[in-house]
């Protein structure tokens, strides 16, 4: 199975004609409300594509919270570690949309932050028999290491996405990577390099793999993604299908979680390859709008990808 342990958060979106200004109140034309946050994202992308999954994560025994879990079940995703606490809300992200499509995010992580050890320990039997187990800076660097650190301990593969990224990543997350996949942003904040080529990711990789990662991928949008290996430490360039994006948003994600899906269910595969079938996965989320809303299921894929 792939486990994620990681975030969930409600966006509450709305759409207007301008961002406003401080103190003011304007008026949008549309609201929704979508299921997003980095660790969940990536777990509906993995099981869309037919991987058994598992959510270790926590929400607020408030509407937010379950119906963020009905949402997982629906996707088929096991909610067994799929906590509820009392003592904050489910993690929401308020973003405002202009018609530009520049925007302005406000998270608050609340629930998401009070994933502890207790929990981990709870979820520790599913965690050691996972094939890979995925972790991201949604929740706290302690439950994301100690999550790893037992993958680690047990042989299970891991999956780490630095995101959101800080300049002072406490250096054990790069021990524990087997394999590291961040974007162009992130990079640029872990390295200090510059990254908006596929050179550029290249070098940017050679640093992060000089970390201690086994492999390390740079995500490039439109681009597709460059990875390095420690054991081949020339970069790959891996380029991605020409496509028209309509929405762009949580495309990294479906990368992430597609990338799950092949180290998990198809071992054998070349690491190019794996990453050739995510960007194609991740290509077409990018054709729909929305987040999760956007990520394809196996069925309405080319079969070649299975
Ligand atoms: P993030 O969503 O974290 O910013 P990227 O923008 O790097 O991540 O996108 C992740 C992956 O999604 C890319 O490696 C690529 O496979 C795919 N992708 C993103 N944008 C596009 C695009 N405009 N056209 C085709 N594929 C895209």
């Known amino acids: 199975a792939v486990v994620v342990v990681g975030s969930c958060m409600t966006d509450l979106v709305s759409l207007t004609s301008r961002l406003p200004k401080t103190g003011e109140t304007i008026h949008g034309h549309k609201f929704f409300i979508g299921f997003g946050g980095k ?17 270790v994560c926590k929400v607020g025994k408030d509407s937010f919270g379950n119906n963020y879990i009905e949402n997982l079940k629906q996707n088929g995703i096991s909610t067994e570690f799929a906590y509820q606490t009392e003592d904050a809300a489910t993690g929401t992200a308020s973003i405002i949309v202009n018609e530009e499509g520049q925007n302005i995010i406000v998270i608050v992580a609340g629930a998401n932050l009070l994933l502890n050890s207790d929990d981990l320990r709870g979820a520790a039997g599913a965690v050691s028999s996972a094939r890979v187990v995925i972790c991201q800076l949604e ?3 302690a439950a994301s290491l100690e999550a790893l650190t037992l993958a680690r301990s047990r042989g299970v593969k891991t999956l780490f996405n630095p995101a959101p990224a800080a300049a002072d990543l406490d250096p054990r997350f790069y021990a524990l990577s087997d394999v590291f996949c961040c974007n162009e942003s992130e990079a640029e904040i872990l390295t200090g390099l510059p990254v908006s080529s596929p050179a550029d990711a290249g070098k940017a990789a050679l640093v992060l793999v000089g970390r201690g990662c086994q492999v390390v991928i740079i995500t490039l949008g439109a681009e597709g993604c460059v990875m390095l290996s420690q054991s081949e430490p020339v970069p790959k360039y891996i380029p991605t299908e020409k496509v028209k994006a309509v929405d762009t948003t949580g495309a990294g994600d ?8 092949y180290l998990a269910y198809y071992p054998s595969l070349s690491m190019e390859e794996m990453l050739r079938r995510s960007n194609f996965i991740a290509a077409v989320s990018v054709q729909a709008a929305g987040t999760q809303s956007s990520y394809p299921h196996r069925k309405d894929l080319p079969l070649h990808l299975f």
């Open 254 to 261: 479906s990368f992430v979680g597609a990338l799950a899906f």
């Open 139 to 141: 929740v706290t660097p």
């Open 39 to 55: 660790g969940a994202n990536q777990c509906v992308q993995a099981a869309r594509l037919g991987a058994k999954t598992s959510m």
